[in-house]
């Protein structure tokens, strides 16, 4: 299988812990997202990666949350004292920019299932 | 402003048939993308169809098609000979810019459920 990969895929943690999540993006993919879905809506970005470089940062990305792609392969997500209001399903995305390119399109992972008692 | 409207929380289809699920759009840039996905129950974002901006003819994917009218900012989604594995939520997506800006912006999703 080589599409986005996403571990793990759910993780119950209690209120004030830090938690990590990881995304292995498509191999030949330069360009990485993380997105945050709450029940009954639609994803909302959060921050996005091209190579190693942290490009743009959503305002939803509190101190508290952390991102990183060290060698522009994997990425990190990391939520440090976890708030029940940050259950949520975390996606992570990514796609292929060539130059000029519009279609970007972005090709998901399965998600991480977040929930804080 | 909300830039991504879907206006059908809930639709349901007799199988076989075609249905069709509306989206609309707010944008002052003229160079954009807009994206249809499906989510199944087990969480998976999956990527059906993408019409840009300046294409002249609308999108089309094996069963999905995009009706693109860009003068009323819409971009409904058709589903044609519905089959009991779509039901699922379908969520429609804009990306603003010529690929330099990269976001997407989802909409609410519209339920869809294919009857027997």
């Known amino acids: 299988d080589t599409g986005v990969s996403q571990d793990p895929r759910h993780k119950i943690t209690k209120r004030g812990q830090n938690v990590t999540f990881r995304c292995d993006p498509i191999?030949?993919?330069?360009?990485l997202y993380w997105y945050r879905q709450t029940l009954g809506q639609g994803p909302e970005f959060l921050t996005y990666?091209?190579?190693?470089?942290?490009?743009?940062k959503s305002r939803l990305l509190s101190d508290r949350f952390s991102a990183e792609r060290p060698k522009g392969s994997f990425s990190t997500l990391e939520i440090q004292r976890t708030e029940q209001g940050d259950s949520a399903m975390y996606l992570c995305?990514?796609?292929?920019?060539?130059?000029?390119?519009?279609?970007?399109?972005?090709?998901f992972g399965p998600g991480t299932r977040l929930t804080v008692l | 402003a909300q830039k991504i409207t879907q206006t059908q929380p809930g639709m349901f289809v007799q199988e076989k048939e075609a249905v069709t699920l509306d989206c609309t759009y707010d944008?002052?840039?003229?160079?954009?993308?807009l994206f249809w996905y499906k989510q199944p129950s087990s969480g998976e974002m999956i990527f059906l169809i993408y019409?840009?901006?300046?294409?002249?003819q609308n999108a089309t994917e094996g069963r999905y098609s995009l009706n693109f009218q860009k003068a009323r900012k819409s971009a409904n989604l058709v589903i044609s000979a519905s089959q009991l594995g779509d039901s699922a939520m379908y969520f429609c997506?804009?990306?603003?810019?010529?690929?330099?800006?990269?976001?997407?912006?989802f909409g609410a999703g519209t339920r869809l459920a294919v009857h027997p």
């Open positions: 019409q840009g901006s300046y294409d002249q």
């Open positions: 191999s030949e993919h330069n360009r």
């Open positions: 990666f091209q190579n190693e470089a942290q490009l743009e």
């Open positions: 997506a804009m990306r603003e810019g010529a690929g330099g800006y990269n976001k997407l912006i």
């Open positions: 944008t002052s840039d003229p160079s954009y993308g």
């Open positions: 995305a990514s796609s292929q920019a060539r130059g000029q390119v519009v279609d970007d399109t972005q090709y």
